[in-house]
């Protein structure tokens, strides 16, 4: 695989970074490429909170993985700040080059670097393949997540 750059997305990183969003069995349902204003709104507000990080891979210009990174301020744990890891994707034409696990480092890195003493994320259970991913890279599956969709 080419070398990539790790970085912080820029705005206009957002029209590739919806793009691999949308395009899994998931995010195909749920995203829409015909007006990126939401998407343009979401990354303002993203890129303003210092506790969120919306990173991309970068190779030659183009965006073949991006991922979000929460920083969560806590009382449990004595005090302890915890990293979420959300809406992981990998372009189809570099899986399984090994970026994902460079992407899962990177972010693994970056929250210890700010002093977090737990990383964790939540995968649909539909995907069996990224659960195998994440168990082959150290994390377990130690609870149930719950959603209520407003």
């Not at 820029?10 to 939401?38: C, F, K, M, N, Y």
């Not at 399984?96 to 649909?124: K, N, Y």
């Not at 393949?129 to 168990?135: I, M, V």
Request: aromatic residues 6%; charged residues 25%.
């Amino acid at each position: 695989m080419t070398a990539v750059e790790i970085r912080r997305a820029t705005l206009a990183d957002v029209p590739a970074v919806v793009a691999l969003i949308a395009d899994d069995q998931l995010g195909s349902t749920r995203e829409s490429l015909d007006d990126l204003t939401p998407y343009a709104e979401a990354f303002a507000a993203l890129d303003a909170d210092p506790n969120q990080l919306l990173v991309v891979a970068d190779r030659n210009g183009e965006v073949v993985g991006t991922f979000q990174l929460t920083f969560i301020p806590g009382l449990s744990r004595r005090g302890s700040t915890r990293a979420q890891i959300e809406a992981v994707r990998v372009a189809p034409s570099t899986r399984g080059t090994g970026l994902g696990t460079t992407l899962m480092q990177w972010a693994v890195d970056e929250s210890r670097r700010r002093g977090c003493t737990l990383v964790q994320l939540t995968s649909d259970k539909t995907r069996t393949d990224a659960h195998r991913f994440y168990t082959n890279l150290g994390f377990t599956m130690s609870h149930e997540g719950f959603k209520l969709a407003l």
